[in-house]
């Protein structure tokens, strides 16, 4: 499936931060979310068919699936790309959280 182009400017992390990062293990997953009203969605095609269920329905036949990409822009639907980052068993959303917490754990006692 092809994914819609996204500004990424905003992901860029220090190389600080990246060395701090590789010393306690935690790792970046990015996600991407779909937005249609005002609702998030993970999965783009869940978006797409909520999407359509609020269309009015057309008296000109059916509708023919068009392009991923050209669903997000008939629908309104628009991807957020967000970062996870996983220290131990935890998520988080702020790179500095998860160093915190892997500062705070590696502390000597």
Do not use: W
């Not at 860029?12 to 010393?23: D, F, L, N, R």
């Amino acid at each position: 499936m092809a994914s819609a182009d996204c500004n990424e400017s905003n992901s860029a992390i220090s190389p600080e931060a990246t060395e701090e990062m590789a010393k306690y293990g935690i790792t970046r997953v990015p996600v991407d979310y779909f937005h249609y009203g005002s609702f998030r969605y993970t999965n783009l095609e869940d978006a797409i068919a909520q999407a359509k269920r609020q269309q009015p329905p057309k008296d000109s036949g059916p509708v023919i699936s068009p392009e991923i990409t050209e669903g997000m822009a008939k629908y309104g639907i628009t991807r957020v790309p967000v970062d996870y980052f996983y220290y131990g068993k935890y998520r988080y959303t702020n790179l500095e959280d998860a160093v915190a917490e892997a500062k705070r754990e590696q502390r000597p006692s």
